[in-house]
């Protein structure tokens, strides 16, 4: 090996070793621990354009509150979708994978009244926080009055597809359950589903 090979192979050495020291590295509080909160809808099926219009609603709430810091200042909000067809048998099915995950401590979903009915049974006797629309937000419903920001910021995710009733009531749940996981870390220090669960309850 010439000369010139042994001085290469040793500066490379010399980098991986600093790559290794530095990624081994970590700094307090630099990064925050997680929380989730979930979503069950339509993805693929008849209903797939409603599951896709909350999943954007529903990222951008998410995206939105992690920019501002996260749920009581101290964790950062992760997202989970799972697809259930907008039907019960699969709602439940789905709802027994979100228990599953400690780290899920609310979902939304139940886009129609059999869905969310048998849903929301299924996630009160799992003890994980529940939210479903009062309306059938599968059937074309009246358009609320919403806020100029929220339509620019979900057309930018969406590719330019406005919100629609399912997007708008889908944003608001999700703030909700944001805010209610904010008032659980205030009142626990590490939230839990109860916790959650309480302060749903507690402004509703």
Not at 101 to 122: K, N
Not at 167 to 192: F, K, M
Request: proline content about 7%.
């Amino acid at each position: 090996m010439t000369r010139r090979a042994v001085r290469t192979n040793f500066r490379l050495w010399a980098v991986l070793c600093c790559v290794v020291v530095l990624s081994a590295c970590s700094f307090p509080g630099s990064v925050k621990p997680t929380v989730k909160i979930g979503l069950s809808a339509p993805f693929e099926g008849q209903y797939r354009d409603l599951g896709y219009e909350v999943l954007y609603a529903v990222r951008l709430a998410v995206r939105q509150r992690n920019e501002l810091g996260g749920v009581g200042g101290r964790y950062l909000v992760e997202f989970v979708a799972l697809n259930d067809f907008d039907e019960a048998g699969e709602a439940i099915t789905q709802a027994r994978k979100m228990a599953v995950d400690p780290g899920v401590l609310g979902v939304l979903g139940g886009w129609s009244p059999e869905t969310a009915q048998v849903a929301a049974e299924e996630y009160g006797r799992l003890g994980l926080p529940f939210l479903a629309p009062a309306a059938d937000l599968s059937e074309s419903q009246p358009l609320s009055p919403i806020e100029e920001q929220f339509v620019t910021e979900y057309k930018t995710s969406s590719g330019g597809v406005p919100p629609g009733p399912a997007a708008i009531w889908a944003y608001a749940a999700a703030n909700r359950l944001l805010d209610a996981l904010g008032e659980a870390v205030h009142a626990e220090g590490v939230p839990t589903r109860p916790g959650v669960g309480q302060a749903l309850n507690d402004n509703s």
